[in-house]
């Protein structure tokens, strides 16, 4: 089946009279009459769930659909984005190790590295992906690579083909954080990536509506990333996990939207006063445009910045004025939303931190939602203009 299709069905297996949609099972624990029956299940060698931490119904079929999506050969379903990555960095590297990680990182996971894993002993070393003659010299000294498929807030590409050839031929894992792109737009491990993560927050669950994270890969690398979050107590919940799978269902038609969108407005920002600059991948004036035209060929998604004139108070006058846009510290919704990444996304970094990514005061990071692209336009033309 064509990945639209995966989207809608992946993850369960229909019997006659199952529910079409699936069944919330709530419980913490399962009931047993027999005690090697129990044992066989909790050593993996029958199927069945016995405590919540562990395994829900839920949370399988949320796993098992993003790994059909991915390419992967399973999943872990974490409770939040971060939880994800802790997770994948801890299977990937489970002792201190040299982490090479994209300049241009979500905050979050720049925090993470620097107050959680600097502190155990990795090293972390900031590098634009971007540059692959920087990417190939810091390979050389790492021992796991984290690179995002879309950057944030600025929206640059990495080649993660590319990146990915060097870090097999030094034997570094590659972990991708493919929240922006999802599965729909680009499949890292394809690429040759060695984990995928997603913050399920975003686009997954794509309603604004639940706060999870998955992360998909090979076999081994899964069981020990899942032994470890059920260790940690970090596993999804199962109303959560549920929302998600749904969320997931109509992930295609939404990812397209989204991608026409964006690439809609950011045309059209190009022309409106007091826009000096639009960071979208597939603008020609983009320095990503060839890769991400190559990586990205179905669309980039919802995610663009532009820096605007003014700096904070005109970012302050602007949101007063919209009518249709919001301002909301996230992303991968339906509903179009900015958020202002030297207060939010971008905060835990200095000033002069995000003054050498090229995040400034006047710098906004947009979700473009599926709304009609007309109005979304004019709304932002409208807040802008006057
Ligand atoms: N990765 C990216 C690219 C994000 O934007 C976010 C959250 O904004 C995360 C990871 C963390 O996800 P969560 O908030 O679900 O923990």
């Given amino acids: 089946m064509k990945p639209a299709s995966r989207a809608v069905h992946a993850g369960r297996e229909l019997e006659a009279r199952s529910p079409l949609a699936p069944d919330l099972s709530p419980a913490a624990v399962h009931v047993y009459t027999d005690l090697d029956d129990y044992d066989a299940v909790v050593r993996g060698e ?29 999943g872990v379903a974490t409770a939040s984005g971060m939880a994800a990555l802790h997770a994948a960095i801890l299977a990937l590297a489970p002792k201190p190790v040299t982490i090479v990680a994209t300049r241009e990182l979500y905050g979050g996971t720049a925090a993470l590295l620097r107050l959680d894993l600097e502190p155990m002993g990795y090293e972390i070393l900031f590098v634009d992906l971007t540059d692959l003659d920087a990417a190939s010299r810091a390979i050389h000294t790492a021992g796991l690579v984290i690179a995002e498929t879309i950057t944030n807030p600025l929206c640059g590409v990495p080649d993660i083909e590319a990146i990915a050839t060097i870090c097999r031929e030094r034997g570094v894992p590659l972990l991708v954080d493919n929240t922006f792109a999802t599965p729909m737009l680009c499949r890292p491990l394809q690429l040759g990536a060695t984990v995928v993560m997603h913050s399920a927050t975003k686009y997954l669950g794509g309603h604004s509506d639940l706060v999870a994270g998955v992360i998909v890969g090979e076999a081994a690398t899964m069981a020990a990333a899942l032994k470890r979050s059920a260790r940690t107590g970090t596993t999804l919940g199962p109303f959560d996990a549920w929302l998600a799978l749904r969320g997931l269902r109509t992930l295609d038609v939404r990812m397209l939207r989204h991608s026409d969108n964006s690439l809609a407005l950011a045309r059209a920002m190009r022309s409106m006063r007091g826009v000096s600059r639009v960071h979208h991948p597939l603008l020609e004036s983009s320095p990503s445009y060839a890769v991400a035209h190559r990586l990205l060929a179905h669309g980039s998604g919802g995610m663009m910045a532009f820096d605007l004139d003014g700096g904070r108070d005109a970012v302050q006058r602007m949101m007063e004025r919209f009518r249709l846009v919001t301002f909301a510290a996230s992303l991968g919704g339906v509903e179009t939303t900015i958020s202002y990444p030297e207060i939010t996304s971008h905060r835990s970094m200095s000033p002069e931190e995000r003054k050498a990514l090229g995040v400034g005061a006047g710098t906004v990071r947009v979700s473009i939602g599926i709304e009609d692209a007309g109005d979304i336009i004019a709304d932002f033309e409208q807040a802008i203009s006057r």
């Fill in 46 to 74: 029958r199927p069945g769930h016995y405590y919540g931490r562990n395994s829900n119904s839920n949370r399988d079929m949320l796993e098992r659909a993003v790994a059909d999506l991915e390419g992967a050969d399973a």
